[in-house]
């Protein structure tokens, strides 16, 4: 098992960057696929970035390619997400997630392929 813990989230002018982090437990990390979702009041979890079990393949929702960037430290069990240009419609609860996906070298979409999720931290953009 995993537990997730997201941190660096707070209040940022429109613009504005935004670092958030997502630091794991357990000895298998490098086995796990990785994902950052968001949620806005009154809307569904939405996919924002994924990332491979080596971090070799990443993926973006449209509305946040060539803005925001995913990576991963497997050396320290960290998964950092990198936002810039904000805009208040990036306004949400963001949250990480992890699949044990077993070197499949895949990003994964959807919730339902997510086995673990942390406890989410709070972005707000002001305009």
């Known amino acids: 098992q995993v537990q997730l813990v997201e941190s660096g989230g707070g209040l940022v002018q429109a613009g504005g960057s935004l670092r958030l982090s997502c630091a794991a437990s357990?000895?298998?990390?490098?086995?796990?696929?990785m994902a950052w979702f968001r949620q806005a009041p009154g809307k569904e979890r939405e996919f924002v970035a994924g990332i491979s079990e080596s971090g070799g393949v990443t993926d973006y929702a449209d509305s946040v390619k060539g803005r925001f960037t995913i990576s991963r430290d497997n050396a320290k069990n960290t998964v950092p997400l990198q936002m810039n240009s904000l805009n208040t419609e990036d306004a949400a609860v963001y949250y990480c997630a992890a699949r044990r996906s077993l070197y499949s070298g895949s990003v994964y979409y959807t919730r339902a392929n997510y086995d673990y999720w942390g406890q989410g931290t709070q972005v707000t953009v002001s305009s």
């Open positions: 357990g000895r298998t990390f490098s086995t796990y696929a």
